[in-house]
Nanobody, 119 residues
Framework: QEQFVESGGGLVQPGGSLRLSCVAS????????MSWFRQAPGKVRELVARITRFSGSTNYADSVKGRFTISRDNAKNTMYLQMDSLKPEDTAVYYC????????????WGQGTQVTVSS
C-alpha cells in the first residue's frame, strides 16, 4: 500500500519561505515521476509542481513558477518543495503523490501539511 508523509508546513508571513518534505513508501520511488498538489478551502486540489524520475525535468503551475523549486532524493524516497516569496494565495494543504499523466498516480493520499501565509 502506497503511503505518503508530508511535513514542513506552518504559518509564515508574506514573502517568507518554507521547505516541505514528502517521504513515500510502498512502491518503487524511483520508478515514478512525483508531484506536489495543494488544496485551498473551497477549491479543488491542483497540481503545483512535478519532477521526473531522475530529476531530469521539472514543471510548475504558472502561479508558483519562479518562486517554488521541486527536488527529490531517490536514495531517501523523499521529495521536497522549496517555497520562497510566499503569498497569501499559497495558503492550502499541500500533498504529494506519484505522477501519472499530470495527475495523481495513486488513490491513497497522506494527511498533507498545512501552509498558511498571513501577516
Amino acid at each position: 500500500q502506497e503511503q505518503f508523509v508530508e511535513s514542513g508546513g506552518g504559518l509564515v508571513q508574506p514573502g517568507g519561505s518554507l521547505r516541505l518534505s514528502c517521504v513515500a513508501s510502498g512502491f518503487t520511488f524511483s520508478n515514478y515521476a512525483m508531484s506536489w498538489f495543494r488544496q485551498a478551502p473551497g477549491k479543488v486540489r491542483e497540481l503545483v509542481a512535478r519532477i521526473t524520475r531522475f530529476s531530469g525535468s521539472t514543471n510548475y503551475a504558472d502561479s508558483v513558477k519562479g518562486r517554488f523549486t521541486i527536488s527529490r532524493d531517490n536514495a531517501k524516497n523523499t521529495m521536497y518543495l522549496q517555497m520562497d516569496s510566499l503569498k497569501p494565495e499559497d495558503t492550502a494543504v499541500y500533498y504529494c503523490n506519484g505522477d501519472m499523466n499530470w495527475g495523481p498516480a495513486f488513490s491513497s493520499w497522506g494527511q498533507g501539511t498545512q501552509v498558511t501565509v498571513s501577516s
